[in-house]
């Protein structure tokens, strides 16, 4: 008799229990589900093509930055030739910047590509 009253009250507290909990069946965690194939495949995507695309923005960035460094260190003078010598560090700073956007657009592309699947945003840079 006493097996049967607890088992009737931890049954009753179980349902009781289940009433209060929170229910996970709504519209967004099934829509969450649905589209994570559809964001990995979009940040692979935006990964992929803005690699290429960080790489050419700041190979061209670090050019011209390595190119003023190196004319404001060599040539103390002002006029239309004073950066002649920093196109010497050009290829530096294409190489350096390069090497930085590929991973500055890979990360860009993962991010933006998974918040926002095939949007212009993934596949293009905003102005810093």
Known sequence: MLKKIASS???AS???GTMVAPSYADDDTFKTVCLFPVRVVGSTVGTVV?????AVRDGNR???KS???LAE???KQDGPYAWWPGVFAA??????GSAYGLFDGGWH???TGFEKPFSKDAFTFKED
Do not use: D, E, Y
């Open 91 to 96: 290829p530096f700073g294409i190489v350096g």
């Open 67 to 69: 190119t003023q460094w």
């Open 73 to 75: 260190k060599v040539s």
């Open 14 to 16: 179980a349902l009781v």
């Open 9 to 11: 009250f931890i049954l």
């Open 62 to 64: 670090g050019a011209i």
């Open 109 to 111: 592309g993962m991010k």
């Open 50 to 54: 803005g690699m290429p695309l960080g």
